[in-house]
Each structure stands twice: as structure tokens, then as C-alpha cells.
């Protein structure tokens, strides 16, 4: 058989952004050499007009579903098979099943062959489930399918899951528990790796104190330079920051969220409640030498139209590397969005579908601004963070900016961030105006 798996994009556009999909190597190592199969990442290539493909598969997110669904149809023939995976089918399987042939609901690595092996025998199912229990083993992904370079950034996985339970995540539609690949097994994966700089997609790297210590320790002799995202627990340990440092980090990515106490109670963001000093946590990073990435959610039923301005001028007088700074969005089956629903709260039934949402909105009624005063809010203060004087007075006021990898990176991304937030404000997702909308609440 001959099968095609798609990226998505959320849009029909080039994307400047586009970090290496790690599915593609996983999907090609758990294909039998037997099958044809090709890869193609929308967010830096243009689709073909059609696909002669006897099964197309898309990797489908909340963000991307719409254009999943356009795709499917516009893809489909009487010959072929459309499939979808990703996080958008743990939640939404049965929306997807209405321009899908089957779904396959969690981990490629126990879905995929079973999937595979149906088509062949022409017993095709509607929903193929993960067992969530599975560990995750030492597959090997297979780098030849990658034909873009992705900035030369690698991009791995040593976990599946967090330990956290926000209230706006939605990692723990797709995984409930904690699963996560042995230091032996990272450490094989990495001395294989081409590139020299990686980030770690990981929702949190630290997991607990020594298995993070022994992780850092193995790793170290690879001199890799990489970056991950932390919670604050792991922030305020030296010795942790340390090692992490020693094994070759350079950028933190932590999800502070909010300054207000009362919107983290509301998000059950423990980790940074317990958080004595947000500013002494920075600090302790950049005595590591390394660059802070900082993200923030805004639109709590704690904030008030001044928590724009607080929230930049905090980012911008701490020295940021990168920020963004995020309008709240109710992802479907995160208990955020059960509780806008059942407050009557929700501006859309489905946002991710509406031909009137756009990139940057927000997609609930707030309790203390209206819903342009939050898009607006965001998009503000995104603007200015990544001015031109902004850039230059972030980048000069903190020396830990100016160590040779540290610049690098932090101009790097400081110019693409730039281009991106204007470029995908206001945008349709989907990339195609296709019917009117029928899906307002």
C-alpha cells in the first residue's frame, strides 16, 4: 500500500516556526518495509492539489482539526482510507469520525500496526485505542524521513504525561499517568542524533529529583546543548540547575502563568503557588547562565483589564529571552471548558470549527473585561515585547544573554517570534472559508 501522513498547519501558509515533527520518525520505524510511504509537513511545504495514496493519515491537534476535516474531503476518493491521530482524537473521536474512516485514540506505537494490518486484511475498524499502560521502549526513530533542516534543532521525548493537574491543560486528555523512557535508552537515542542543539518536548523534564539527576549525569558526556521545560519545584534546586547546566541546557521553558494568587488557585497551578518569588526562581536560572522562556495565561476569572501591563512589564524587567503571552482557551475535555460550558460561558459550541474564530481570540466571556479586551490585551503586549527596543533592552540588560550559544538563540527566536505573532493574528484556522457558520452558542 501506498500511505502519506500529513502535518497539519493551522493555516494555509509557510510557517517560520515549524519545529521537527517527532511522529514521522516514530511513524516510519513501526511501518513495514512492504508499504510506500511519504511525509509531508504543511507548516514549511505546500500540499499537493490531490494525493494518490491508498491511505492519507493526519496528525490532528485542537488547533488544526478544521483543517483536517476540509483535507479529508477534499482528499478523499472511493479508493482510499483517511485516518487521523493525535491529541484532537483522545477528546473528539466521534466529531472526527464524520470525515475520517478510523481514528486511532493515543500512542502511535501500539495503534499504528494494528491499524495497518486491518487495512491489508480489509477489516477495518472505526477507533484503534492505546493501552496507556504500555512503557515507553527504545524504538528507534527513523531519520531518513526528514528532509528539512528545522532551524538544525533535533527535538526528542523522554516522557509522555505530567504530574501536574492544571485546569487549562490538556495533556491529561491524551495521557492520565507518567511514562517515561529509561536514562539508557535517552542516552542511545541522543548519541545518534545529527544535530548538536535539541529541545526536549517533554510537558515537564522533572519528574522527581533523582531520576532528573541521573538523566542529566548520563547524558552529559554527549556535549549536546539542549533546552526543556521545567516547573518551579526544579527551579529553585541548585544542584539540580547545576547539573542541568553541566549536561549542556541552555534554555528553561516554565509556564508562570499568572502573578495573580487567586488565577493560579483557579488553574491548580500547585507547583507555582507554592513558589515563594517568582523573581528569585529567575534569578537562580540566570545564575546557571541560562535563558529564561516564560509563558503566561490571561483571562482568569481573577484578572482585570491591568493585568496586561503588570504581566509585560514583569517579563520585560526580568529579562525574558522569549515570552508568550496567551489569551485563556477552553481545549475541549480540559475541565476549564466543562465549566465554561456548564456556566453558559462559551461564545462557540466549537470553536476549533467556527468559521468566525479567529487566531488570538478568545472564545469564552471573561468575568472582568470583555473577550476584545482580552484578544487586544494579548496581542498588545506580544507586540510590544518583541519591539525592536524591547528586543535590544532585554538583550542588553541581562549578560547572561551574551554567552556565544545563549545570543544565538536568543536572536534567532526573537526575530522569528516577531514575524509569526503578525503574521497569525486574526487569521481563520483551517485556512478556508467553507460554509456559514452554524456553531455559535
Not at 131 to 159: C, F, K, M, N
Not at 301 to 310: K, L, N, S, T
Not at 360 to 385: H, W
Not at 423 to 436: D, F, N, R
Request: proline share 4%; aromatic share 12%.
Amino acid at each position: 500500500m501506498k500511505i502519506t501522513v500529513i502535518r497539519l498547519n493551522m493555516f494555509e501558509r509557510i510557517s517560520s516556526d515549524a519545529m521537527k515533527p517527532i511522529l514521522f520518525g516514530i511513524i516510519k520505524s513501526l511501518t513495514p518495509s512492504a508499504h510506500e510511504i511519504e511525509f509531508i509537513d504543511e507548516r514549511v511545504e505546500k500540499l499537493p492539489d490531490a494525493i494518490d495514496s491508498d491511505i492519507i493519515a493526519f496528525s490532528v491537534e485542537t488547533y488544526t482539526a478544521k483543517r483536517a476535516y476540509i483535507l479529508a474531503g477534499k482528499y478523499r476518493t472511493d479508493h482510499n482510507i483517511i485516518v487521523m491521530g493525535g491529541f484532537h482524537m483522545a477528546v473528539m473521536p466521534d466529531e472526527a469520525l464524520d470525515y475520517a474512516d478510523a481514528v486511532l485514540i493515543g500512542d502511535a506505537e501500539d495503534t499504528w500496526g494494528r491499524f495497518l494490518a486491518d487495512c491489508e486484511a480489509g477489516t477495518l475498524r472505526k477507533k484503534y485505542v492505546s493501552d496507556e499502560a504500555s512503557p515507553l521502549t527504545g524504538l528507534v526513530p527513523d531519520e531518513s524521513v526528514y528532509r528539512h533542516r528545522y532551524h538544525g534543532i533535533g527535538v526528542y521525548q523522554i516522557s509522555r504525561g505530567c504530574k501536574f493537574h492544571c485546569e487549562f491543560c490538556s495533556i491529561k486528555t491524551m495521557y492520565g499517568c507518567v511514562r517515561r523512557k529509561t536514562p539508557d535508552i535517552v542516552y542511545e537515542e541522543l548519541r545518534r542524533a545529527r544535530e548538536k542543539i535539541l529541545f526536549f518536548v517533554d510537558d515537564n523534564l522533572f519528574y522527581d529529583r533523582e531520576s532528573a539527576l541521573e538523566l542529566f549525569r548520563v547524558i552529559a558526556p554527549l556535549k549536546k546543548k539542549w533546552a526543556c521545560q521545567i516547573s518551579m519545584d526544579a527551579a529553585r534546586d541548585d544542584e539540580l540547575l547545576f547539573e542541568m547546566k553541566k549536561a549542556g541546557c541552555f534554555l528553561v521553558l516554565m509556564g508562570f502563568e499568572s502573578l495573580n494568587a487567586d488565577s493560579l488557585a483557579e488553574m491548580k497551578k500547585a507547583a507555582n503557588r507554592e513558589a515563594l518569588d517568582y523573581e528569585a526562581i529567575i534569578q537562580n536560572i540566570y545564575r546557571h547562565h541560562m535563558l529564561v522562556y516564560g509563558t503566561f495565561v490571561l483571562g482568569c476569572d481573577g484578572d482585570h483589564a491591568d493585568v496586561f501591563e503588570r504581566t509585560l512589564e514583569f517579563a520585560v524587567r526580568n529579562h525574558f529571552a522569549v515570552t508568550n503571552f496567551n489569551p485563556l482557551i477552553p481545549m475541549p475535555g480540559t475541565p476549564v471548558y466543562r465549566r465554561m460550558e456548564q456556566e453558559n460561558r462559551l461564545l462557540y459550541k466549537k470553536w476549533w470549527l467556527s468559521d468566525r474564530y479567529r487566531y488570538g481570540e478568545t472564545a469564552y466571556v471573561p468575568k472582568n473585561m470583555t473577550a476584545d479586551e482580552l484578544r487586544d490585551g494579548c496581542f498588545q503586549i506580544r507586540s510590544k515585547f518583541y519591539s525592536i527596543p524591547c528586543i535590544l533592552r532585554r538583550l542588553f540588560a541581562n549578560p547572561v544573554h551574551f554567552r556565544p550559544m545563549n545570543l544565538i538563540v536568543f536572536l534567532l527566536a526573537n526575530m522569528i517570534s516577531r514575524r509569526e505573532i503578525h503574521k497569525k493574528q486574526g487569521q481563520i484556522l483551517g485556512g478556508i472559508l467553507h460554509e456559514a457558520d452554524t456553531d455559535q452558542a
